[in-house]
């Protein structure tokens, strides 16, 4: 018999439901990061070809992107707790299997399977986190809480990892993924009831859809990588794009035209959910396209070595873990709204400051790290709140894997735009010891062009998403 889930009054009472879902979000920031690190290693141990080392973090990415929005309906449908706990046994079992692993193959193959964990778990815990009470400043709170642990796993991720590596072997970083999941079982088990069945939809599964929606994601995280691997100059890349807007266009016509769709547009289409998606997109174009490009500029541009690059990033990792203080008093003195615009706007300030001035000096580099790391802090806490505003509470699940695939997606296209522009701008290897003086001129206008062309499209994205907030007076919550 499942139980009504009891909205709860304050974050204590609610420790050991928080302590769950921030051990499934903490998964998800660290597991690539640390896996970094080892790269090297495991290509060496393996014998893997650069291909099959890009797979290892690239089939985690595009399984986790295209199938987000598929269990976020099914969750929706038959629970969110069942789904969850069902993906953290599954996240178990793969990391478990990397004790076993003896080549490339076998290794992409366990990180596909837990990208298909991370695709059942990771939308669940905004929307578990959202649900657990009625208060919007609880829930901002809460969901606070949640990304402030996995950030700091994100932060601690490659210097943890590269520790680790020292004393241990490689499977060791990905075998730690057991007690995050058992713990996050045990903690989502006894702190958060099943799902009331009057919060579930009982609407039949719009297969077609879910089909259309996970090969258009899935083109869609694939094509930049293309770009960016073969060049625009290749027929790959864009014959993938074709196809990715080819798959968009259908799923559209399908969701309008279906019964019982996979994603209701008139739900996206209001401005709470299509101004936070807007916003989420913006800070995914920037914070992909900067911090590709930093890294390269620090290391190649300036000749940092790798630990000096590493500090030198510091700023935004520093604001990324100790600006969860600061979400909440901001958010209650500006409100919902006015925080999700503001915070976006920073972002796209920060990505112009880097355009324009980056290239003078260090100092400049730190300012636009910061106000990017700032904006970011609270956008992806206030505009993924509001989206979950925006939808009735039967399709709360399928909101936060929305919020999670436009960043996905948009995170590639950042990194799809700066790496076209290098490869058209940039003459010779990246990689080279010693550039010539025209590579370095080529280099920075590659860097200021890349940047300008995310600021711009940034921007856009912002300033739709500011007039969608324009509209929320006139605009009914829907039913």
């Known amino acids: 018999m499942q139980t009504t889930i009891r909205k709860v009054a304050s974050l204590r009472e609610a420790w050991v ?19 970094n690190v080892a790269l090297p ?63 490339a193959e076998q290794l992409v193959a366990v990180r596909a399977a837990m990208g298909v964990a991370a695709a059942m778990t990771t939308p669940g815990s905004m929307a578990l986190a959202f649900r657990l009470f009625d208060d919007d400043g609880l829930r901002v709170r809460a969901i606070t809480i949640v990304s402030t642990v996995g950030l700091a796993g994100l932060a601690v991720g490659p210097t943890a990892g590269g520790f680790v590596l020292a004393v241990a072997p490689w499977q060791v970083l990905l075998l730690v993924n057991v007690p995050i999941a058992v713990l996050a079982m045990i903690c989502v088990r006894a702190g958060i009831a099943a799902d009331d069945p009057a919060g579930l939809h009982r609407d039949p599964v719009d297969v077609a859809g879910a089909v259309l929606g996970t090969a258009t994601i899935v083109l869609a995280l694939v094509a930049p990588t293309l770009f960016v691997d073969e060049g625009a100059a290749s027929w790959g890349p864009w014959a993938a794009t074709t196809a990715a807007v080819a798959g968009a266009v259908l799923f559209v016509l399908r969701e309008r035209s279906a019964r019982y769709p996979l994603l209701d547009l ?5 401005p709470l959910v299509s101004s936070g998606l ?3 997109a913006a800070a995914g174009l920037a914070t992909a396209g900067m911090g590709y490009l930093v890294t390269l500029q620090l290391q190649l541009d300036w000749g940092w070595p790798p630990a000096l690059a590493a500090a030198g990033l510091l700023p935004q990792v520093v604001v990324l873990v100790a600006g969860g203080a600061f979400v909440n008093p901001f958010v209650r003195r500006a409100g919902l709204e006015r925080a999700a615009w503001l915070s976006a706007t920073t972002v796209v300030a920060g990505l112009a400051v880097y355009g324009l001035l980056g290239r003078f000096g260090y100092v400049f580099v730190a300012v636009a790290l910061v106000l990017v790391a700032a904006g970011i802090r609270v956008v992806g806490v206030v505009a993924g709140t509001n989206v979950l505003r925006g939808l009735p509470e039967h399709r709360t699940t399928i909101g936060a894997a929305l919020t999670d695939t436009a960043t996905e997606v948009t995170s590639g296209i950042g990194i799809a735009v700066t790496g076209t522009v290098l490869a058209a701008l940039f003459t010779g290897g ?12 080529q280099f920075r206008e590659a860097v200021t062009t890349a940047t300008l062309t ?11 998403g500011f007039l969608r907030t324009r509209r929320l007076a006139a605009t009914p919550e829907p039913a």
């Not at 302590?19 to 597991?31: I, K, N």
């Not at 629970?79 to 599954?90: F, Q």
């Open 41 to 103: 290693t495991i290509g060496r141990e393996l014998h893997a070809s650069t291909t099959a080392l890009q797979w290892v973090t690239g089939a985690y990415a595009v399984v986790f992107g295209g199938l987000m929005l598929a269990f976020g309906a099914v969750a929706d449908r038959f629970g969110r707790r069942r789904v969850m706990l069902a993906g953290l046994g599954l996240l178990a079992a793969a990391s478990l299997a990397t004790a076993f692993v003896a080549t």
């Open 430 to 441: 990246l990689a080279t010891s010693a550039w010539s003086p025209q590579q370095t001129a």
């Open 266 to 270: 008139r739900l996206v289409a209001h």
């Open 454 to 464: 995310l600021t711009v499209a940034a921007a856009a994205l912002v300033a739709w």
């Open 17 to 35: 439901a928080l302590a769950g879902l921030s051990a499934v979000f903490l998964f998800e920031m660290l597991d690539n990061s640390i896996l």
């Open 278 to 280: 807007a916003f989420k």
